[in-house]
Each structure stands twice: as C-alpha cells, then as structure tokens.
C-alpha cells in the first residue's frame, strides 16, 4: 500500500535506416536527351544505393560490427536483469493484513481452513532481514496491526525459502517506528533455509545510476519494475507527521501494494525501502515520481527494533 503524495510516458521510437533501391524502366521510344537525363539520374542514384549497401555489407566497414556489438551489450543487460530477479526475488515477501470474524482461536482455525471467512484490510511487501525470520517493511502497511486492541488482526506473510517452496504462515509485529515508517514483522520459518536480502548502502549513490523495485502491486506476487535513481535527499511525510529526510527519488513504478519492498540496485544489494508515490489526481496510478527510505535510514533503525521493539530515540 503505497501512500498517495500527490502520466509521464516517454516513447523512445526505434531508430532504422531502411534501403530502398528504385528502378527505372526506359523505353526505345524515348528521345535522346532524355535517354541520357534519366540515365544519368538513375546513375546518380544507383551509385549512391549501391554505395549505401556497401557500407552495410563490406566487412571492413564498421556499422555491422556496431550494429552486433549494440545487440550483445543490450542482450548483456537484460540476462542481468534477469538474473539479478532470480537472485533477489525469494528475499521478498508478499504481506496481507486481514480481520478475522472474532479474536478466539477457533476464528484462526476458520481462516486457516477457509481465507474467505477473513476480510482483507490491505496487502503490502517486505523482505527479509536474516534467517530466523525478521521482516522489514512499512509502517503504514502494517499499521492496523500496530494498533489492534480487538485481536481481530491477522497478518499472513507468503515467501519462498531457498529452495523455491511457498512458506505461508502467520508473523507478528515485534517493532516499529512511524517516524520513519518503518516496521518489523517476525514470523517461524519451521526449520526451512531463508534467503535474507543483501543489505546495501545508500550513502554513495548517484543520479542516473540504475535501480529496481520488486514488490506486490495490488497482489501480483514478485513483480519487477526497473527504473533510475531520480533524485537523492528528498524529504516526504511519515505517518506520524513528521517528515523523513534523504528520502531516495526513482522512476521505477511503485504502485499500491509496493510499499515496504527492496529497491535494489545492480549488485542486488537493497539501497532503500518503496515507501510513497506520487499519483495522478482521481487515477490512483504513479505518476512515475516515486520514494524510499534510504537503507541506511533503516540500518540505524531496525536493529532496536528487532530487540527493544522500539527505536532508540523512544528509549532515552
């Protein structure tokens, strides 16, 4: 659930050099100056459009071999893309929050036999911290948990464990801090090896430099969106109303159910956590102004958390 701080489409058009050749057709009946006009038309042409096919075919020129080497480089890129998917992908974690029909046990036992009998109050992304189970997200996606008097809210998280098998399980909220909107879930991984994500920096960063956001918009489990660093030391609003500073500005589509996951960058090292989007007015869809919490922000953090359930700063 990404919240709403407020469509640009950039069309890139392929670029091609087509070769048409024209032929002309004479006729006997033709007079003389003619003959020869057109003849030294088509001449003229000709020449340059055998010309043009000579640089295209002629092994000593160099627009083949640029043309070869500009498709390894992008089909390079994209298995690297692909790759760093592959790699950093089980380290999210699809999250939902739901309300059960009452607190007792055998509501939980409903559930867990039938999902329809709970109502679903938000989903979000997270990923893990380590291998005993620690999750980080957003606050705002697990805020009603945070809050709960009732015992009515289950959160249910989904992830895959290092061997590619589905884990869906219930977490507990153990931490949090609204400040920085940050939190962080615990759930048992019953013996099963984790993939924890690659822990970054953020305090190198460069505008331009490439980077990728790999969440649960509105439910569709582990999709990728890859964009560019667009800004760096942006300030947005935490829940609690207090603004969070340095926030990291990209392009990479973060749509509802996108915040609280990775934003990575190409070494598949997390840089930040997807926290806001701009949207268009009544559309709901990102305006392709997008923000996270730098991951060092959350390195000073989450750590409390994890063992006071507070941040530091609550404690003195």
Known sequence: MAPLLGNVLHLRPPFSLPISINCCNFTTNSKLPNIRTLSRRSSIFLSASFLTLFLNLNPNSSTPLLSANAQELDEQ????????????????????????????????????????????????????????????????????????????????????????????????????????????????PQGKELTPALIGTSSNLHVGQNCFAIGNPYGYENTLTTGVVSGLGREIPSPNGQAIRGAIQTDAAINAGNSGGPLIDSYGHVIGVNTATFTLKGSGMSSGVNFAIPIDTVLRTVPSLIVYGTPYSNRY
């Open 77 to 188: 890129e994209e298995s690297t893309v692909v790759r760093l998917f592959q790699e950093t992908s089980p380290s999210v974690v699809y999250i939902e929050v739901l309300e059960l029909m009452n607190s007792s046990n055998k509501a939980k036992e409903a559930f867990l036999a039938d999902e329809s009998s709970a109502k679903v109050e938000g989903t979000g992304s997270g990923f893990l911290w380590d291998k005993f189970g620690h999750i980080v997200t957003n606050y705002h996606v697990v805020a009603k948990l945070a809050t709960d008097q009732s015992g009515l809210q289950y959160c249910k998280v989904t992830v895959g464990d290092a061997k590619g098998n589905k884990i869906s399980t219930e977490a507990k909220i153990i931490g949090f801090d609204p400040t920085y909107d940050l939190a962080v879930l615990k759930f048992d």
